[in-house]
């Protein structure tokens, strides 16, 4: 078996296989360097250091916020996020009987801005309300400097102010797409200021009246601030108005939070309101009135049509009238209702009270002989007619047929023994039929007329008020008194709301009219039969109100003026009052005319032709059947 091996002796090189020995004196040429890495410590202390720095200043900041100025930041975020607003609630709507919208309501927006977002702070500009007005003001219609004195108002804690009330959906559309525009140039451009961040909208309604001028009187208008200002929608302003709701939302650089949440109590609608307005005959009143008035040019006129069996308003027309829709065009002197605001001296219409009154007291019958001078010696006055007259032998319908102030003076001054007893039995019965009272439509403005008590009538008003002068009513009145004839002496309240619709589409009737017996039946007929011969009669003074087919019941007026300028007499009261058909009432007509300048101012010449006009018309829409019978013919004038 071999043994270990041996060295070799003698050579001093390597063997094959083995690693060369490394030379003394350096590494070789050629050879690559060796780098030696420093100690890294130093580096992650300073490092270390000024992570602790950057830290420790946000814990301050942290702590400033969350501790020392909390409150003021936590205010400063509440103010620019979160905005509350009112929400209108929808007006209702007003209609005629048969559901025609004669006053409704059209979406639109209040313009709203906060002022506090306009401060320098915020926009970090100067002249942001300036910026803003400039934008504004063209859109708006509104003047600039107005819009810059609300965005920068005295107090600077004022949150809300109104730059423009009821713009259309268009005006708030393009507000609103410059108002974007501006926010995302903002995003991406620095000095872009959004300088319309602070300018809202809050949705409301604006009132449209679609039959413009039609009814306006009646209807009223709303102000801009959305409230009742006139009319029904005065009266009525908190039934139609609803309940206004409430919003609250994030918003942030003027645009809507979706995702922070929000709180909201809804509005409530106001009610619908149906009135006895019948649109059509509303419409017939209004256009004839108007042409008459304007023919006559007279200063104004007035038409009322009334259902008398139910004493529900069917019309109530003035001329002239105004466009609630445009106020800015309107003739203050012409706003209102002056059929029911208007008190005047009705003259020879009132007649008729007086012979309910020597009637109902059976001081007379219609053929009671009355002989009538051409003058009569009263107190201190000297009476006459309209025209003179010789001697004229009358009957007591002939006294109302003619029209006769002295015939009618004899007849009154038999309801006492006395003068003063007289005038005490005719001021009640005045009183009955509703004169001295408001109607009891509750009408903003209305008037209750004058109506003394008769110990305070002067020596001539104890013969001036039998036939109409020296008492003053409203047309409404008047036509009352017309209505209680036709209804067989029962005087029904006068109506002009029938009921109310609420948002739940319920329907409410109103509460029924009153109703008070002021004649018998049996004079309230024959009253209609000597209102007869006033239109039928050749005798009568009312002709020109005849209706082919149809009785009608009728009376003329033409009374001295009190000039509401002056308090004096200057030009007449034209009026005429009737009803048909005479035998089965079913309308009322009054027509008055205030100081007719051009052609007749007689009631029976200039108001008789509205009456037929308005009369036909309602029997028409209404559909009530011709006359059957022959009217009574009571004899007018007496052989002596």
């Given at each position: ?26 590494p ?29 200043a946000?814990v ?6 969350q501790?020392?100025?909390?409150s ?8 620019n996020r979160?905005v ?12 005629d ?10 979406d ?13 702070d ?22 600039q ?21 009821r ?10 797409d ?6 995302t ?19 409301t ?12 009187g009646?209807l ?16 009525l302003?908190e039934r139609?108005?609803g ?6 939302y ?5 645009r ?10 809804p ?6 309101i ?19 008035v304007s ?10 049509v009334?259902?008398t ?11 002239p ?26 003259g020879?219409?009132a ?13 007379a019958?219609?053929?009671t ?25 009358l ?27 007289a ?5 009640d019965y005045?009183?009955?039929f509703?004169l ?6 509750d009408f903003p403005?209305?008037?209750?007329g ?12 104890q ?16 036509a ?6 036709a209804n ?6 006068p109506t002009l ?10 329907f ?8 008070t ?19 039928d ?9 005849r ?12 009374a ?17 009052a ?13 027509c ?5 300048t051009r ?11 509205v ?23 009571l004899?007018?004038?007496f052989?002596?």
């Amino acid at each position: 078996m071999p043994g270990p091996a041996r060295p070799v002796r003698g050579r001093t090189g390597p063997g094959p296989g083995a690693r060369p020995a490394r030379r003394p004196g350096g590494p070789r040429p050629g050879a690559p360097k060796t780098i030696r890495l420093g100690s890294p410590r130093p580096r992650l202390r300073l490092v270390g250091v000024g992570l602790t720095l950057v830290m420790l200043a946000f814990v301050v900041r942290l702590v400033q916020v969350q501790a020392v100025d909390a409150s003021t930041y936590a205010g400063k975020a509440e103010r620019n996020r979160y905005v509350g607003q009112v929400l209108a609630a929808e007006r209702g709507e007003i209609t005629d009987r048969n559901g025609v919208a004669l006053a409704t309501s059209e979406d639109a927006y209040d313009i709203t801005a906060d002022p506090t977002m306009f401060a320098p702070d915020e926009l970090k500009t100067d002249d942001g309300p300036e910026q803003a007005a400039a934008l504004l003001a063209p859109i708006l219609g509104a003047d600039q400097e107005d819009l810059v004195r609300k965005l920068r108002p005295d107090n600077p804690s004022l949150r809300y102010v109104k730059l423009a009330g009821r713009q259309t959906p268009q005006v708030w559309t393009q507000i609103k797409d410059l108002k974007a525009a501006l926010a995302t140039k903002a995003e991406t451009d620095r000095s872009t200021v959004n300088v319309l961040a602070g300018v809202f909208s809050v949705p409301t309604s604006k009132r449209v009246y679609p039959n413009n001028e039609l009814a306006a009187g009646i209807l009223g208008w709303v102000n801009a601030e959305g409230k009742g200002s006139g009319g029904v929608e005065l009266q009525l302003d908190e039934r139609l108005a609803g309940e206004e709701g409430k919003i609250r939302y994030a918003q942030s650089g003027g645009r809507l939070v979706p995702t922070a949440g929000s709180t909201e109590t809804p509005a409530v609608p106001g009610d619908d309101i149906e009135l006895t307005i019948d649109r059509d005959i509303q419409w017939a009143a209004q256009n004839a009135i108007s042409e008459q008035v304007s023919e006559s040019a007279a200063d104004r006129g007035y038409v009322i049509v009334q259902d008398t069996r139910t004493g529900e308003v069917l019309a109530m027309a003035n001329a002239p009238g105004f466009d609630p829709n445009d106020l800015s065009e309107a003739d203050p002197r012409t706003l209102g209702n002056a059929a029911v605001q208007d008190a005047f001296e009705p003259g020879s219409t009132a007649k008729v009270l007086s012979m309910a009154a020597v009637l109902e007291e059976n001081a007379a019958t219609p053929g009671t002989h009355v002989v009538v001078p051409n003058r009569l010696h009263r107190g201190d006055r000297l009476f006459k007619d309209d025209i003179d007259h010789p001697t004229w032998y009358l009957t007591l319908n002939g006294v109302l047929a003619k029209s006769s102030n002295i015939g009618t003076i004899l007849a009154t001054g038999q309801l006492g023994k006395t003068q003063s007893q007289a005038n005490k039995v005719l001021y009640d019965y005045l009183r009955r039929f509703g004169l001295g009272s408001r109607t009891g439509l509750d009408f903003p403005g209305e008037t209750k007329g004058i109506l003394a008590p008769p110990d305070q009538w002067s020596t001539s008003q104890q013969y001036t008020i039998p036939f109409g002068q020296g008492v003053s009513v409203n047309a409404m009145q008047a036509a009352s008194v017309y209505s209680t004839i036709a209804n067989g002496g029962v005087r029904v309240e006068p109506t002009l709301v029938r009921g109310s619709k609420g948002p739940d589409g319920h329907f409410t009737p109103a509460p029924k009219p009153e109703r008070t017996r002021v004649v018998s039946e049996k004079t309230a007929k024959t009253l209609a039969q000597m209102l007869e011969s006033v239109v039928d009669d050749e005798e009568g003074t009312g002709t020109k109100a005849r209706i082919p087919g149809y009785r009608v019941a009728g009376k003329t007026g033409t009374a001295n003026r009190v000039d509401p300028a002056t308090g004096k007499y200057h030009g007449y009261t034209s009026s005429f009052a009737g009803f048909a058909p005479a035998d089965k009432p079913r309308i009322t007509v009054y027509c008055v005319i205030q100081n007719a300048t051009r052609g007749s101012y007689f009631g029976g010449q200039i108001c008789g032709p509205v009456f037929k006009q308005v009369m036909e018309f309602s029997l028409k829409t209404l559909q009530v059947p011709p006359t059957g019978a022959a009217p009574a013919a009571l004899p007018v004038t007496f052989q002596p």
